[in-house]
């Protein structure tokens, strides 16, 4: 139905209810069972059990079952119990994760109204929102919630706060009127008001048109529930690479039992050689030590302001291709600010951003004192008298209790020295005439101390040169001719070319005996005195990110509900939009489909006048292009594009609550600067997990290709499988951490994105993981079969020889695993978390060689001094021989 193309009467009709009356209680009572609550629905939740149960589906959590399960036939039930401990931490840990996104809906039904004034048999009475029924009559006035989508039938002066919704940051002023676009967005229904948005300024009445889940935040709910979450590129590749380990684990079990069945070797000895090599080519070390990884970069991105909700998403955002940014509060200030101002032929500039009263007036970019200037300081004044709003402080933080356009005009004037406690000594109000949507005026009559009376309006620019009959001119009252109209209306056109918003004021000296009894009496024959334009700034640090995003090959993208004019001027000044870069309005949007808005979406960087389906539409366009998508927004009308997109970002001081817990990310400081921060965060996080990847499957390679060999030439196992396990839970650990949290390098914001189907193992690491891995393998065997001849056959010696070669060559090349280049393109000791953790590995290697009580455990025996000689030289062979050689592929 189209509510806003219909008159009150056909409205009234259509509900089947009585504008004078309203519905009586008994049909009130039917309508309620009949269609149910006016609340917002819950999807079916699943059971709890059910959601921690699916936390083991992963393919890594599977991973680590498999190595429980073998260390236990291993008898070494002290791993398999430690594995388990890490199986079910991490399964706690998505649980909550996900038990707390559920919570987006319970936030969103926090923005409905709790109470409702509602017209029932005739009388008007207080009920709970949620008995609100189609075909009631309800009023509301300045600060009320509404508590339903209504059609108006009436409306004295009423604007209603919808940025929650639309996006824009001004108050939407509201009429009764029927509209004759059957298609107009949700921004521009002049004749509606809907569930959760607040009234700031004037009253209205109208009819219920949809209660619940029928609304438009409903609808969003609804969005919010079947948009589906994506998987990180993160997750993909983790799954990926499980899959391998499993698939080699179960290949190298095979073949080891069968080489060693063929050579005479029994059955079982085989087994157990067969389940240690598998044990050397699973990092059971690996998801825990990426969860912590992600948490170390977690603390990190707090201290730049900005939260992490979802653990995995933290990565994601460093390969974000695009990123969707509402515009206001997010790229904006979200507070309007006088920047221009013209007044008798002059033209200011004023400084200052937000609602900080010091600021400077500029004429011709020289300081001008506005006490000093006469007509600037009238225009001030009298911005300030014609004015309900109110500068307040609370918890430290400044506010506006009332209007913003009133606001602005409030705190220009306050830069000039003129606060409203001053002008409200100097001159007494005694009538207001309120605004009007209708006149698009606001109009009271003051005294000054002298007893003088005038009239003062502020409205509409083109409004107030109608009613103006003198214009300020050179320090005198003249009569407005076509030539000073038509100056007038050239400033007008230039300020709204510039995207701002004017705001014109007029005045008009009284006699003592006149008396004024009506708006229309008020507004004629005034003199026009001065245009103040404002408009909500641009965040100063925004240009910089954007440029930044740039360089890091990041397209920036502003999404708004704001007009198309002021949307491209907005997006000029911050360099989102390039000389040929396109925008795109609502009504366009609206009559693409997804497939056809997905051929020419790369050309957009601006869409206006946009909805919540349209925010939707747009990620999901961008997603079929294969960009790795990131939403950033603070209204409920972002929430499900939030969720949808690959990363959520959702701003922490004006964002509401559902958009904040539909979001994987938070920004302390609704600052876009921030994100920048993030997305450079985002990209070493995965950097570093690329680093102890290689380092860890380059040791295992080491691991199983040592066992390998040396059962192929029918030698003794150079290394027992306890050895194996001391090596990937502890000796492998702790450095793997440690590069966990090694610091970016220099170039990171200078390459573009990588690809989002990038495997785990590209730009060279799968070769740099099976070179690396083969020469510590021949190191390592190297060293167990020179001990072994050199001891007399003594296994237990060459065994323990070999356990150090293979620790020591793993130690040396973490180094190497710092730089994707050469371990001397970097210093090694400027990490000083990982030359801690190398340290403390060779401190344990030595108290297991050493210590009596742990020989028998680790089937270890003391090394002689001169064959450290040749375990630290063996070692380091593998790490410089490689770097820099023709073996590296870069």
């Excluded at 290949?251 to 079982?268: D, E, R, S």
């Excluded at 309900?388 to 009133?406: A, F, H, M, V, W």
């Amino acid at each position: 139905m189209q509510w806003h193309t219909l008159a009150s009467n056909e409205v009234a009709k259509e509900t089947n209810t009585n504008i004078a009356t309203g519905l009586t209680t008994e049909e009130a009572k039917k309508r309620l069972k009949r269609f149910g609550y006016n609340e917002l629905k819950e999807a079916k939740k699943q059971s709890a059990l059910l959601l921690f149960l699916n936390q083991f589906k992963d393919f890594m959590v599977l991973v680590l079952l498999v190595a429980t399960v073998i260390s236990g036939l291993l008898g070494e039930y002290v791993d398999a119990v430690a594995i388990i401990v890490i199986v079910i931490m991490n399964g706690f840990l998505g649980f909550f994760q996900e038990r707390r996104a559920e919570k987006s809906l319970e936030a969103l039904k926090q923005l409905s109204a709790p109470q409702a004034t509602v017209l029932r048999d005739g009388e008007w009475v207080k009920i709970p929102s949620q008995e609100l029924v189609v075909g009631d009559i309800i009023k509301f006035s300045s600060g009320d919630r509404i508590g339903a989508d209504v059609r108006l039938i009436d409306a004295k002066g009423l604007e209603i706060e919808e940025s929650a919704l639309t996006g824009e940051s001004v108050p939407t002023a509201k009429s009764a009127a029927p509209l004759m676009n059957e298609n107009a967005a949700i921004g521009d229904l002049h004749n509606m008001a809907f569930m959760g948005t607040l009234v700031t300024r004037g009253s209205g009445v109208g009819i219920v048109i949809a209660t619940g889940m029928k609304t438009a935040m409903g609808q969003i709910a609804n969005l919010l529930q079947e948009a589906e979450t994506v998987m990180t590129p993160l997750q993909h590749r983790l799954e990926q690479l499980g899959k391998i380990l499993i698939a080699v684990a179960l290949l190298l079990t095979i073949l080891v039992v069968a080489v060693g069945v063929i050579q005479g070797h029994g059955l079982y000895e085989m087994f157990l050689a067969g389940v240690s090599l598998a044990v050397a080519a699973i990092p059971e070390g690996l998801p825990a030590i990426v969860t912590i990884a992600l948490a170390l970069g977690v603390q990190r991105m707090i201290k730049k302001n900005a939260i992490v909700r979802k653990l995995p998403a933290v990565e994601t955002l460093g390969c974000a291709s695009v990123i969707c940014s509402d515009k206001t509060g997010t790229m904006t200030e979200n507070m309007m600010t006088v920047t221009h101002i013209w007044a008798s032929g002059k033209s200011f500039s004023v400084s200052g951003t937000g609602l900080e009263t010091s600021g400077q007036f500029y004429e011709n970019g020289h300081p001008v004192d506005p006490r000093k200037d006469t007509v600037l300081h009238q225009l001030l004044t009298f911005g300030v008298l014609c004015n309900s709003s109110q500068l307040r402080e609370k918890e430290k933080r400044r506010y506006i209790d009332g209007d913003p356009t009133e606001g602005a005009l409030l705190v220009a004037a306050m830069k000039a020295g003129l606060t409203k406690e001053r002008i409200e000594n100097e001159f007494t109000v005694e009538q207001e005439f309120p605004f009007d949507s209708d006149r698009k005026m606001m109009t009271v009559i003051v005294k000054d101390k002298a007893g003088k009376r005038f009239i003062v309006t502020k409205g509409a620019p083109d409004v107030l040169l109608q009613v103006s009959k003198q214009i300020w001119w050179n320090g005198r009252e003249q009569m407005m001719t076509t030539a000073w109209r038509k100056t007038v209306k050239d400033v007008i056109h230039q300020m709204a070319s510039q995207a701002l918003r004017t705001i014109a004021i007029a005045y008009r000296p009284l006699q003592a005996y006149e008396r004024i009894t009506s708006e229309k009496e008020a507004e004629k024959n005034l003199v026009f005195i001065g245009i103040q334009g404002m408009i909500d700034p641009p965040r100063p640090e925004v240009k910089k990110a954007v440029q930044q995003c740039k360089e890091a090959g990041i397209k920036t993208i502003m999404i708004t509900g704001d007009h198309v004019l002021t949307a491209k001027a907005i997006a000029k000044q911050l360099g989102v939009l390039p000389p040929n870069g396109k925008i795109m309005d609502g009504p366009t949007l609206s009559r693409l489909s997804v497939d056809e808005l997905e051929e020419v979406v790369d050309d957009i960087y601006v869409f206006a006048r946009v909805s919540p389906e349209h925010k939707l539409k747009i990620v999901k366009a961008l997603q079929r292009r294969g960009h790795i998508v990131s939403m950033t927004g603070d209204g409920v009308n972002d929430a499900p594009a939030i969720k949808a997109a690959d990363i959520g970002v959702a701003m922490g001081r004006s964002g509401t609550d559902v958009a904040k817990e539909a979001a994987s990310l938070v920004l302390l400081d609704d600052n876009f600067a921030t994100i920048q921060a993030a997305i450079q965060e985002g990209r070493n996080i995965y950097e570093n997990i690329r680093k102890f990847i290689r380092y860890l499957l380059a040791s295992n390679v080491g691991e199983i290709l040592v066992m390998l060999f040396a059962m192929l030439l029918a030698l003794p196992l150079p290394l027992v499988p306890i050895q194996i396990l001391w090596v990937n839970l502890v000796t492998d650990g702790l450095p793997a951490m440690a590069l966990g949290i090694d610091r970016a390098e220099e170039n990171v914001m200078k390459r573009p994105p990588r690809h989002p189907k990038e495997g785990v193992f590209a730009r060279g690491l799968g070769w740099k993981i099976v070179s690396r891995g083969f020469a510590i393998g021949m190191v390592t065997l190297a060293a167990f079969m020179t001990a072994y001849e050199r001891s007399g056959h003594e296994l237990v010696y060459a065994q323990t020889v070999a356990f150090a070669t293979l620790v020591m060559a793993q130690l040396i090349h973490v180094f190497d695993c710092r730089c994707e280049r050469s371990i001397f393109d970097r210093n090694p000791l400027e990490n000083i978390y990982l030359v801690g953790a190398v340290i403390i590995s060779i401190l344990l290697l030595l108290v297991v060689i050493y210590y009596p009580p742990l020989q028998g455990i680790f089937h270890t025996v003391p090394i002689a001094s001169f064959d450290w000689l040749l375990i630290i030289g063996l070692a380091a062979l593998p790490t410089f021989l490689f770097s820099g050689s023709l073996f590296t592929r870069k």
